[in-house]
């Protein structure tokens, strides 16, 4: 509609022609996930735009109805996105870059309410708003995070949006293995960017930016970095595993970490926090155990895996994504690429990121 009033006219009407397409939403519910493990979510009780529900992301959760939407057909060359806990449809009004969007009463005839996905490959759509080169876009990471309208970019992985029910990203075979034993799944608890160690650049320090912090707990999210509601030591005493062959050395400034250069000294990775007294120096082959996760007795600590890789050998220099462009990607695990756009950094990237060994 062209503004507010006409719409709150036409609610009636919309109800209507609802009535007359509802048949025709999917049988089962999906979610849109964005990449890092946020998925759109909203309620009634979200701030509000307009009077309805403004758009937000939220730790993905597929059974969360505050999460799920049903496509529903639409009169204005797309789809509607009918959400499922307020029972309104995606919906974008203001067509100027960085506006937020909303839920609204569903009308297929509301241009606002029309949607086309754009399959950009891997399994993840861009979302489109029907008629303009405008894009669903989430800048962040944080639970009740921004989502809001920029030009629509396919290489920006702010606006790659997962589906449930699309069949999952292909994963390729990676270049390193994760750092613990396999039938496990960790989580990404401080990802890139994050807030308390992983924002800036630091030789001789664990602060880089590419960087992973990782857990057992699924949800250890604290507003930078790890956190636990009742237990900081959930992962203590797991053990941590060399992701490839080659020379384990002592790092000089912490006796919890250690740097392996790879057998070929073209890369190296800074990993821990282990027990000093588990920790094995010398040549290791892939997959030896090199130290056991320490425990945490102070407030402020939090029982985890770190690790950061680089381009050269001692663990020096800037940190790295652990993608395949780089030769670092994960076996078994999506590429986990940095996020970062001319006009964004986004804190925590990956936040959240389930790796399954």
Known sequence: ????????????????SLALFVGSASAHAETFSVQGGMALNTNNNFSRIDGNPRM?????????????????????????????????????????????INVWPCDA?????????????SGYNLIKRTG???????PTRDNQGKVHLINCDANNGNQRWNSSSSPPPIVSNGQINLPFSSG?????????RGGVTHNYENANSYHNIYSLDITVENNSWGLKGCSSPNDVNKSAGNKI??????????????????????????KSFLIGHMVPSTKFIGRVNQDAVIGTVKRYTSSNGYAHIHITAYNQVGCKGASIPFTDAYGVQFNGTSNLPSLDTPKSKPMNQHRGTALRR
């Open 132 to 138: 303009t080169n405008l894009c669903v876009d989430s």
């Open 241 to 266: 595993l060399a992701p490839v062959s080659g020379n384990v050395e002592k790092v000089s400034w912490a006796d919890d970490l250690v740097c392996l250069t790879n057998d070929s000294r073209t």
């Open 56 to 100: 937000s992301i939220y730790r993905l959760n597929n059974n969360d109805n505050d999460q799920q939407f049903d496509r529903l057909s639409g009169n204005r060359g797309g789809i509607l996105l009918k959400h499922r806990s307020t029972g309104k449809c995606l919906n974008a009004h203001y067509l100027s870059q960085g506006s937020q």
């Open 184 to 192: 496990q799944t960790w989580y990404v608890c401080q990802g890139y």
């Open 109 to 121: 005839n509301d241009p606002d309410q029309n949607w086309n996905l754009v399959n950009v490959g």
């Open 1 to 16: 509609m062209s503004n507010n009033i006409c719409k709150s006219v036409a609610l009636a009407i919309g109800s209507l």
